[in-house]
């Protein structure tokens, strides 16, 4: 009799854990790094919006479930999935193999490269390791290219790290920085298009090595949401095919 009710325990236990393995969500929470224009950040009235939000709210659209969207810096923003405080990150993430050691991926739906700023009447016109040496450097805490700047210029230049692209900006408009890397699409809206702003883009477009810059932007999931991973691919695919991802592509990036 023991014997068979630990049998009967056991046979529960794989069914439940089959089920939790194959649940079929209805609401999904997102977590996601704010403000990030123009791939997540608030309008004036507060609404929460961008490239990253469009294309998340059209997944579920897709999918036939709800999204909620749940605020979380940078820096906690792994832990946080790990610890069940959303199903899934959809925030500007680089898709590289050591983020695969702890994370699932859905297939990159948009590539973005970096790029350096730097103030217009600098003389700073290509960056390098030589060009960067001795300069004060602004990047994003815990991105790509903090890690970059890092391992390239910790032993040459001074690497100052920032919870958000606005916190850059300040410091840049201060004139406290020398030069930022960052996300080209951000750099833009935040340092191009600021009209109290005057900057420049230094070099080229940046998207080597691509151990380091990766495979392009995707959505993480814990390692055991397969299912989750594999609604979000099919309704990407979707989207794509009918037209729903260039409309919201062309909305922030133009027709190109």
């Not at 194959?22 to 996601?32: C, E, K, L, S, T």
């Not at 959809?90 to 699932?104: H, P």
């Not at 055991?224 to 099919?234: G, V």
């Amino acid at each position: 009799m023991k014997k068979l009710l630990t049998v009967s325990v056991l046979g529960l236990a794989i069914a439940a854990a089959s089920s939790a393995q194959a649940r079929d969500y209805d609401h999904v929470r997102i977590g996601v790094d704010v403000p990030y224009e123009p791939m997540e950040y608030r309008t004036a009235d507060g609404e929460l919006t961008g490239f990253d939000i469009d294309l998340g709210n059209a997944l579920c659209d897709q999918m036939g479930v709800t999204c909620e969207w749940v605020e979380q810096e940078w820096d906690g923003i792994v832990p946080g999935l790990l610890s069940r405080n959303y199903d899934a990150i959809m925030s500007s993430m680089t898709i590289n193999e050591e983020r695969r050691q702890t994370l699932l991926f859905s297939d990159p739906y948009i590539t973005m490269p970096g790029a350096w700023f730097a103030p217009a009447d600098s003389d700073l016109e290509e960056a390098t390791v030589e060009t960067l040496e001795g300069l004060s450097i602004g990047v994003q805490r815990g991105t790509t290219y903090d890690n970059f700047a890092t391992d390239t210029l910790g032993d040459t230049a001074t690497i100052n790290r920032y919870s958000t692209a606005d916190d850059m900006v300040l410091d840049m408009d201060a004139e406290r920085l020398d030069a930022v890397f960052l996300e080209f699409s951000v750099g833009k809206s935040t340092l191009l298009e600021n009209e109290d702003s005057d900057y420049k883009v230094v070099g080229e477009m940046v998207t080597e090595p691509k151990e380091v810059f990766g495979e392009g932007f995707g959505i993480a999931f814990r390692q055991r949401d397969e299912a989750l991973a594999e609604k979000f691919n099919e309704a990407l695919a979707e989207l794509k095919e009918n037209g729903t991802y260039d409309e919201i592509f062309a909305r922030y990036f133009g027709e190109e």
